[in-house]
């Protein structure tokens, strides 16, 4: 019977990062953009890649470990395992939910796949959170994610400046009924389809196999049809359609801008991530700014609130933001409450 009142929470999370990493002088000398440029508009000096073994699914498989572990519950304890990675991995049309099964022996649960590019993670966390309220036979679920799109980013192409920091890693979290801690609130999502056909990469599919002459030329990785189109279309766009997703998703437990305490949030450019911290309302130390690690797509939010906790920026009952955004395009925003404190209101949407 769907309880819509039932409470859900983060029990444990964690994240793999690989050891290897190109720094801004190394990419600078594979592209037409200075290191300069990219420590200082583009706003970050290194971003991590994989080393030998780090498999997008091997990736994620070594953060589930540690959030399993953390979490302290067996794995006969796990009903449902949710992958929210990419869908860059180790094989093609490959269901990675089985083998996360396999590979940490949860024989009682079941799995699927998801996809919503960087924002599926903030997705499944919303996805856990409903389930466990609409089904009572679920009580631990386990998001999984791993992340390895840097290998679809050509240093020489130009157009694709703006997404040079995406990296590689993995990250997982257990979402808990009735949890004691870190409760997952309410959330708002947005996605706007004419931004469907900004960004992808141009051979590879089933519209366009891959063909020898395009492997010569670089179509098998990402790139931007309309690069200047797009800019003015999202310049327009994202930075105003974030803050209604934010406003919204606090609205619905009663809370505004300057109730926040913390911004989990994807790494952007500076200029946009100091402009959604001035909106907000938040001092530096209130985030984290991931300089020295990369994009990590659906990841970020994850390492963000575990470096928020190594570097004492979190606190019992403080208010956590988490945003991502997705090509396509998506704008996502999940509210949560750290610690044990309950939020003031119950509900959501």
Same mark, same amino acid.
């Given at each position: ?6 409470? +859900? ?14 720094? @801004? ?9 200075? &290191? ?10 290194? *971003? ?5 073994? =780090?498999?997008?699914? +091997? ?6 470990? *540690?959030?399993?572990?953390? /979490? ?22 490959? $269901?990675?939910? $089985? ?24 997705? @499944? ?24 799109? +840097?290998?679809?980013?050509?240093? #020489? ?9 995406? +990296?590689?890693?993995?990250?997982? &979290?257990?979402?808990?009924?009735? !949890? ?20 992808? !990469? ?25 690069? %200047? ?8 766009? /994202? ?5 209604? !997703? ?5 609205? *619905? ?5 300057? =109730? %926040? ?10 200029? &946009?991530? =100091? ?28 390492? /963000? ?12 009952? =403080? ?20 610690? #044990?404190?309950? /939020?003031? *209101?119950?509900?959501?949407?």
């Amino acid at each position: 019977m769907p309880r819509p009142q039932t409470k +859900a929470g983060i029990l444990s999370l964690a994240t793999y990062i690989p050891k290897a990493y190109h720094d @801004a002088d190394f990419i600078a000398s594979q592209s037409e953009t200075p &290191a300069e440029i990219i420590r200082t508009k583009l706003g970050w000096y290194q *971003k991590n890649v994989p080393g030998p073994g =780090d498999g997008t699914v +091997a990736m994620g498989l070594r953060a589930a470990r *540690k959030a399993l572990y953390y /979490s302290g519950l067996r794995p006969e304890e796990i009903d449902l395992v949710i992958y929210s990675g990419e869908e860059v991995k180790e094989y093609r049309n490959w $269901p990675v939910g $089985p083998k996360i099964q396999k590979e940490l022996g949860l024989r009682r649960a079941w799995s699927f796949d998801i996809q919503q590019r960087c924002g599926t993670t903030i997705v @499944a966390l919303k996805l856990a959170r409903d389930m466990i309220r609409a089904s009572e036979e679920i009580q631990n679920i386990l998001v999984v994610s791993g992340y390895r799109n +840097a290998d679809l980013i050509h240093y #020489p192409n130009p157009r694709v400046r703006w997404m040079y920091y995406l +990296a590689a890693g993995g990250a997982a &979290a257990v979402v808990q009924r009735d !949890c004691p801690r870190n409760q997952i609130l309410a959330s708002h999502f947005m996605t706007d389809g004419s931004f469907a056909w900004d960004v992808y !990469c141009p051979e590879g599919g089933s519209a366009t196999p891959m063909t020898l002459e395009g492997l010569k030329e670089g179509r098998q990785y990402l790139d931007v049809m309309d690069p %200047v189109g797009m800019k003015e279309r999202l310049e327009q766009l /994202s930075l105003s359609n974030w803050l209604d !997703c934010i406003d919204k998703a606090l609205a *619905k437990e009663g809370y505004t801008r300057a =109730d %926040v305490d913390y911004l989990a949030t994807l790494l952007v450019k500076r200029s &946009a991530h =100091d402009y959604l911290m001035e909106a907000i309302g938040l001092q530096p130390e209130q985030t984290r700014y991931l300089a020295e690690f990369g994009h990590h797509g659906q990841n970020d939010q994850i390492l /963000s609130l575990e470096l928020a906790i190594e570097e004492g920026r979190l606190k019992e009952g =403080d208010l956590v933001l988490m945003i991502s955004a997705g090509i396509g395009y998506a704008w996502d925003v999940l509210l949560m409450r750290w610690g #044990p404190r309950l /939020s003031k *209101k119950t509900g959501g949407e």
